[in-house]
């Protein structure tokens, strides 16, 4: 009999807040976590605005000694960590650390240490480059340090694959338990990547909205005035089990997850593949996997980034994938609200989903005030939508260098 995974554990970090249930609140309430950027002086830059987590304080996480040791991804993992394995009630002297593993992505890792170490080098020289330099900066050193913070010997890896990195993190951990090489995973994904060059590098794809003026509508998927979209940052941390492990020991179960698709789309670097072939497919394997009809799909977490050609070829997707039943599910973008965050986005993508599920309840797309061309869906604009007997939901990730992935969930119940 196949192993059955699900979800007992939830940490999020990100504009809507720093903990799950403030972040959660309001997404609910429709309130955009978008404004001006703080981190750095954006004055020169043609994008000024992102979805930056607000009155974070590494030293709730970690020692005074280590933060400069980390780049910020690793301690926005170690926070969403934190709260994912507390509200799990996870005890590790309880488990046998080998039976637990981590996986944690990021698409860019600690750019702040690299734009900071480079800047010493220039002028200090080499002698000036911190040792801690690497460690601090590495994809995987999130997964890293929350290992060595839980004791977890288990499978350690992170997944590095773009704006898809943590839903395929998520559903690489799923694959994990259900073949038996663990009984728990901690998985999800962490960026920070709101810095001059982060900025800078996507400004100058002309990628970024430039809605400087009106930072908290400037994400605004499938609307016809969309010009980008918005970058975020935070970390999205799940705690995934195996079933038996958690009823045994009474663990609180928010939802199972039942299907993971991937694909690529070997079409363009950056462009989606025309006619939504690669989401089409990506959806149809998660659909597969979970060996369920599209008509029992209720709600789809969108990648939704509000670019123009993104949020066509996804809702082109959808079409082919569900065919009438399309028009009937509900489908929305919580990147109104929270910004793009990158490689880390799938992970809390991921958790909404799962939430919505929990709750009955679906979060909206705000900002979406003339739907564009095409774009005919029921696109939940403005307000949340409370829903009865929702079943099954998907999130959806897709990257750069046409990399997709598709988690999707299930209702939690007995039966």
């Known amino acids: 009999m196949a192993r059955r995974v699900v979800i007992t554990g939830i940490g999020l970090i990100c504009a809507l807040g720093n903990t799950t249930s403030e972040v959660w609140k309001n997404l609910l309430a429709g309130q955009s976590g978008v404004g001006p950027i703080t981190h750095f002086d954006a004055e020169q830059f043609n994008s000024r605005i992102a979805g930056e987590v607000k009155n974070f304080d590494p030293l709730n996480f970690v020692d005074k000694k280590e933060i400069r040791r980390m780049g910020r991804f690793i301690h926005l993992a170690l926070g969403a960590a934190d709260e994912a394995v507390r509200s799990s009630g996870l005890k590790m002297e309880s488990e046998d650390a080998t039976r637990v593993g981590v996986h944690i992505a990021s698409g860019i890792g600690g750019f702040d240490v690299i734009e900071r170490e480079h800047n010493n080098l220039l002028q200090g020289g080499p002698r000036k480059i911190s040792p801690f330099f690497i460690p601090a900066t590495i994809v995987n050193l999130a997964a890293g340090h929350v290992s060595i913070r839980y004791g977890a010997k288990g499978p350690n890896e992170a997944a590095c694959t773009a704006c898809t ?14 073949r038996c090489d663990a009984d728990v995973m901690i998985a999800g994904g962490t960026e920070a990547a709101i810095t001059p060059m982060g900025v800078g590098g996507f400004a100058a794809m002309r990628a970024l909205s430039q809605r400087n003026d009106d930072p908290q509508k400037a994400s605004r998927p499938w609307d016809k005035d969309r010009d980008g979209f918005v970058i975020g940052e935070g970390a999205g941390i799940m705690v995934l089990e195996e079933l038996e492990h958690a009823k045994a020991r009474g663990a609180n ?15 363009h670097i950056t462009a989606p593949a025309e006619n939504g072939e690669g989401g089409f497919r990506v959806m149809t394997n998660a659909i597969n996997d979970a060996k369920i009809q599209p008509s029992q799909v209720g709600y789809i977490n969108a990648h939704g980034t509000s670019t123009d050609l993104g949020d066509k070829l996804e809702t082109e997707a959808i079409k082919r994938t569900y065919g009438d039943h399309a028009y009937k599910l509900l489908v929305s973008s919580s990147k109104s609200m929270t910004g793009h965050v990158l490689g880390g986005t799938g992970g809390i993508e991921a958790a909404f989903t799962i939430m919505a599920l929990h709750d009955q309840i679906v979060p909206p797309t705000i900002n979406l005030d003339h739907p564009d061309e095409g774009c005919d869906l029921d696109y939940v604009p403005h307000t949340a939508r409370p829903v009865k007997d929702m079943e099954y939901a998907m999130s959806n990730s897709f990257g750069f260098g046409g990399t997709n992935g598709c988690l999707l969930f299930r209702r939690w119940s007995e039966g």
Do not use: N, Q
């Not at 943590?166 to 338990?177: E, P, W, Y």
């Not at 179960?253 to 079409?267: F, Q």
């Open 253 to 267: 179960i928010l939802a199972e997850i039942v299907g993971y698709g991937m694909s690529a789309d070997a079409y």
């Open 165 to 178: 990195s943590s839903a395929h993190s998520v559903g690489d951990a799923f694959k994990i338990i259900t």
